[in-house]
């Protein structure tokens, strides 16, 4: 099976010459999402708003997918300032759900945002 290049007029659009996400078999891989609108203005202001925009960006490429974030098996989570690791987990709960994947988050140079998060969905026999 090929891979298939997923684009969505929904989400923040790509940082440079990268897709939105790739579905390689029954694996979509989604590319870092940042809190940015799908005009690529930047969400500013507090941390919550930045992540919630960020998680939406998220979901929106994975239903362009064909999946959710609920077929998350992996995801990263990438934070400016790690004073905000209590506030991004809170808002992980709500987006990840009862079952959630299995997560990496770390500290990073972010330029101009507070969070960046990227995963891999499973979704077997699904398409795009």
Do not use: C, W
């Amino acid at each position: 099976m090929a891979k298939q290049v997923i684009s969505t007029p929904h989400a923040g659009p790509p940082g440079g010459p990268y897709s939105q996400a790739v579905v390689a078999g029954d694996f979509v891989y989604l590319a870092g999402a940042i809190p940015a609108r799908p005009d690529d203005t930047r969400v500013q202001g507090p941390f919550d708003d930045q992540a919630r925009a960020t998680f939406d960006n998220l979901a929106a490429v994975a239903k362009a997918a064909g999946a959710s974030l609920a077929d998350a098996v992996r995801v990263g989570v990438y934070l400016r300032d790690l004073d905000d690791f209590a506030a991004m987990n809170e808002l992980f709960a709500e987006y990840f759900g009862d079952e959630p994947p299995v997560r990496t988050t770390l500290q990073a140079d972010l330029p101009g945002f507070d969070i960046e998060v990227d995963a891999v969905l499973y979704r077997p026999g699904g398409q795009a």
